[in-house]
């Protein structure tokens, strides 16, 4: 794995950073820890209102929340005023408008712009090609629109801890988490139907919000509760189910490309990898002895893949090369 340490000092050392997205799980705060590492002095801000005013009026009045989001972005530009930053580093961007941009171009003179995008634009409120002409510096996790939209295509990273699992006797041939949808609830019943049939080792943890359940229950289209959990794993939990499993499972979205962190934890502990993204045989760190492909809609797996205990090489997707490619 590569030092970046002297680089990145050079890079971040004494620099006024504004790093606009969300509280993503534990990610978020990841990055803001590295920067500071690398001497960099940050100013975190939400890329959205916070409130539960805005999430009602998100859900009954769109108009009104649109009203507030603008307000949420003049409060972030008028905090912002006088402290003479040297870069804003925003992910992803939610509705953010140019006139933020020219704002803070203005009021900082110097200032680097970066947005960094961590999902597709064509996702669902996720469209920030209006965006792109606006900012100095635009990259994106995602192959399809690096390659569509003519930006530099950067991966995102995986946490440390990962790349620092030492091999340990695995006692689940499979591990398969993530938060419900309806496509993942029916792929769960089915891997857990091919596990029993072909004598595998699962471990499963689907997450539902409790309300979603409720209503779900009420319309009398409830899914199955032995099936599914209220509650996330922790950040400790998930590892270690993550270092106890043989192969992990990345389900995802058909439209995207981008790798999810999921993945490349996978492959920053040389663990093995099932996923369902046909884009990542075009990576360059592509084997299909440790990563194989799945049909969501019918799934089989080769069972020597599954129950082979080879490790690999850990690939490098640390925070630290991703900052060295975002700076």
Known sequence: MADFTRILNQKLKGKKILLIGVKFYHFTDEIIAKLIHYGAEVTFRYERDTTIKFGLAKTFKPEFADVLQERHYRKVAAEAEGKNFDYMLVIRGYTMQPWFVEKIKADHPGIQTILYQWDSYTNWECDYRYLISSFDVVKTFDLKDAEELNLPY???????????????????????????????YEFLKQIISYSAANGLKLYAHLVMNQVSYIRGFLKNDKPDRSLLSFKNLTKEEYLDIFKRSNVIIDYTKDTQAGLTMRTLDVLAAGKKLLTNNKYITAEPFYNPAQVQLFDPANFSVDTDFVKGKELFPKQDFSIDKWLNNIF
């Open 154 to 184: 950067v991966p995102t990273y995986s946490s440390d801890e990962y790349a620092d699992l030492p091999a340990t006797e695995t006692e689940f041939d499979i591990f398969y988490s993530g938060g419900y949808t309806d496509p993942r």
